[in-house]
């Protein structure tokens, strides 16, 4: 008579060392992803392959500034910062490489050292609508909010298209008890972006507080508190 296929697995275990008991219940390993330091370390070597090509040999400002701005589009956070500081040491007065680094200090949450990258920034380029919209946002993660409603402003006044401007202005005037002005900027961003659901979700949060401006204003540092914690 043949052996059983559980004698067979018993067997089989036996062989291996391995307790039947354990083998039972044993589950396959699940493979763990990389790392953080895996990634870093790639990046770090993708990061030395690009200085060392054609295209990126260059000491200068500019060529500095565009490896920063590659390595920001591939998602090395890091070395962008390296080569934004480093086209900014190269050139004091290289208005955009402050923005880049402001830009990459804000998505490390490191908001006061944005704001001082982009402050930098628009006194460099008083034009630059982007540069002021990012201030505005780094001042909004420090609290300096009648700086971040300026820096709003600004930003609105040079992109008057961008939708996105006028929501964080009318937040930015919830929170300092603005009442009518805050519902100007969020009637502004609708009409930009009717579909625009935040704009629609602070309008609303106005509406419903218009009449008490303290709680206007709490709900707003509620609103400015989630916002920032989550990113």
């Not at 034009?127 to 919209?133: C, F, K, L, N, Q």
């Not at 930003?155 to 964080?168: C, G, L, M, T, Y």
Request: hydrophobic share 45%; glycine share 8%; aromatic share 6%.
């Amino acid at each position: 008579m043949g052996l059983s296929l559980a004698a067979l697995l018993s067997l089989a275990f036996l062989f291996l060392g391995v307790p039947v008991a354990e083998a039972s219940t044993a589950t396959p390993a699940v493979a763990e992803g990389p790392t953080e330091a895996d990634l870093e370390a790639e990046f770090r070597r993708a990061r030395e392959r690009l200085r060392a090509s054609p295209a990126f040999s260059g000491t200068d400002a500019q060529t500095r500034y565009r490896l920063a701005e590659e390595l920001s589009h591939r998602g090395d956070m890091n070395g962008a910062a390296e080569e934004y500081r480093a086209a900014i040491g190269l050139d004091p007065e290289f208005g955009e490489a402050y923005r880049g680094l402001g830009q990459v200090l804000l998505d490390y949450h490191n908001y006061a050292g944005a704001a001082e990258a982009l402050e930098a920034a628009v006194r460099l380029h008083r034009d630059d609508g982007e540069a002021h919209y990012w201030l505005g946002r780094a001042l909004m993660g420090v609290g300096r909010w009648p700086e971040a409603a300026q820096a709003m402003e600004a930003a609105a006044r040079i992109k008057p298209e961008d939708a996105e401007a006028f929501v964080d202005l009318g937040l930015l005037h919830m929170v300092q008890g603005h009442g009518v002005e805050a519902q100007a900027a969020l009637d502004r961003a609708i009409r930009l972006k009717p579909d625009d659901a935040e704009a629609h979700r602070l309008r609303e949060l106005l509406l419903r507080h218009q009449e008490d401006r303290e709680q206007l204003v709490a709900a707003a540092r509620k609103v400015l508190h989630d916002l920032f914690e989550r990113e």
